[in-house]
């Protein structure tokens, strides 16, 4: 089955730089998308084919791919970065989400 | 602008029968698939499936096929989710998803909340 994978946790100081992982053998074939999940709320996209931002998304919100692994950054971070982020990939017959990783900010 | 409404939360006895409906506005229903996303009480988002309300063409998850039911009513806008027989490990969130691109999800539902519990 197809497995995208995510490191659990990153704790990261206000105004540092935060770099989750995404790692999965589909990955170079096609895109990744990044939802950030806060306490009791839905997740939201912030990054939709491995780079691009939706409108509303903060600028300190970018993505990167690099062969079987795509990278959330989020520059200068803030205290309401705290959240946990999915990494989400597929195709039009199927979806698959990461295991998720926990952001902190210190 | 577009919403995704589901609707409220449950409480089930295990072996009970379940459905829970989507409700999309604000554009198209056809247009859109919906997808529909499990989260169990502090764990990840899993993918289940997903049907193309315009003609009622279903995908599922391979953890989810043959336990669940995933179905339209475009008449009125609904994807619905099914249950025939609850078990205490289907106690979880459930969102629905969309958006114009069938890869990702731009939209989501509130969330439904089901619990199952004898």
């Known amino acids: 089955s197809y497995e995208l994978t995510q490191p659990p946790s990153v704790s990261v100081s206000p105004g540092q730089t935060a770099r989750i992982t995404c790692s999965g053998d589909g990955l170079p074939k096609q895109y990744a998308y990044w939802y950030q999940q806060k306490p009791g709320q839905a997740p939201v996209l912030v990054i939709y084919k491995d780079s691009e931002r939706p409108s509303g998304i903060p600028e300190r919100f970018s993505g990167s791919s690099s062969g079987t692994t795509v990278t959330l950054t989020i520059s200068e971070v803030e205290a309401e970065d705290e959240a946990d982020y999915y990494c989400q990939s597929g195709d039009n017959s199927r979806g698959v989400f990461g295991t998720g990783t926990k952001v902190t900010v210190l | 602008e577009v919403q995704l409404v589901q609707s409220g939360a449950e409480v089930k006895k295990p072996g009970e029968s379940l459905r829970i409906s989507c409700q999309g506005s604000?554009?198209?229903?056809?247009?859109?698939?919906i997808n529909w996303v499990r989260q169990m009480p502090g764990k990840g988002l899993e993918w289940m499936g997903r049907i193309d309300p315009s003609d009622s063409y279903t995908y599922y998850g391979p953890s989810f096929q043959g336990h669940l039911t995933i179905s339209a009513d475009k008449s009125i806008s609904t994807a619905y989710l099914q249950w025939n027989s609850l078990k205490a490990s289907d106690t979880a969130m459930y969102y629905c998803?969309?958006?114009?691109?069938?890869?990702?999800?731009?939209?989501w539902g509130q969330g439904t909340l089901v619990t199952v519990s004898s």
């Open positions: 998803a969309s958006g114009p691109n069938g890869e990702f999800f731009d939209y």
């Open positions: 604000g554009y198209y229903f056809t247009n859109y698939w």
